[in-house]
């Protein structure tokens, strides 16, 4: 195992967090970035307003959003914590307003089915698919997020649903 695995995985998170200097052997330069608590110990400031570090670290800020919002499926910790409070919003149903999206996918996401079939990030650009199961058929569901530095500032997504009579009988998933 590696040292700085070895550290993160020997000292509690808490301390880790609150009490380690900067130079205590986190480098930002996204060498070892195979443990959440690195990434948070790495950047104790909050995330936005965006500051710039290299894609690494941005993959994995944009995973603990994922996994805030799809996983936890606390959408007011994702968006508070991850996403600018000035997000240019993309999604017609949604309004240009942090609070107001935290308000509509409250009433969404804790109570619907969603499995994060994959995730991607490239060019400050994060990607997710998701599987929203609902009956009779499943909903596709992309998200295309763009990060300024630490801080997710645009959204876009699409959404696909099965339609009655379709032509193709291959499986959406
Ligand atoms: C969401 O996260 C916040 C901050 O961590 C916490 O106070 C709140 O209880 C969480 N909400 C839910 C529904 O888990
Ligand atoms: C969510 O959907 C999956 C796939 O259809 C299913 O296997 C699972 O039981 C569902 N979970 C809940 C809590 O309904
Ligand atoms: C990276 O994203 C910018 C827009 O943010 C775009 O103009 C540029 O073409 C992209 N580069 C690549 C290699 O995709
Ligand atoms: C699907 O096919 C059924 C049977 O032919 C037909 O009654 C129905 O109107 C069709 N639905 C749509 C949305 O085309």
Same mark, same amino acid.
């Given at each position: ?5 070895? $550290? ?13 200097? *900067? ?11 195979? *443990? ?18 290299? =894609? ?15 996983? =936890? ?10 996403? +600018?409070?000035?997000? $240019?919003?993309? +999604?017609? =149903? ?41 009956? !009779? =058929? ?16 645009? *959204? ?6 099965? !339609? ?10």
């Amino acid at each position: 195992m590696h040292i700085v695995q070895f $550290i993160l995985f020997a000292v509690p998170p808490l301390a880790l967090a609150v009490n380690l200097p *900067h130079s205590v052997g986190f480098p930002c330069d996204g060498s070892d970035l195979t *443990h959440d608590n690195h990434a948070k110990a790495c950047l104790r400031e909050p995330y936005c307003p965006g500051r710039e570090v290299d =894609e690494s670290l941005q993959q994995e800020i944009f995973t603990l959003f994922l996994e805030t919002l799809y996983g =936890e499926k606390n959408v007011s910790k994702a968006f508070e914590t991850y996403v +600018d409070p000035n997000i $240019i919003e993309h +999604d017609p =149903e949604d309004a240009q307003d942090r609070d107001a999206i935290v308000a509509r996918l409250s009433q969404i996401i804790p109570f619907a089915n969603l499995t994060l079939l994959l995730s991607n990030f490239n060019n400050n650009t994060g990607l997710a698919y998701v599987k929203v199961n609902e009956d !009779p =058929e499943p909903a596709a569901l992309a998200d295309i997020y763009r990060m300024d530095g630490t801080c997710i500032v645009e *959204h876009w997504d699409v959404i696909q649903y099965r !339609p009655e009579n379709s032509t193709n009988p291959v499986a959406m998933f």
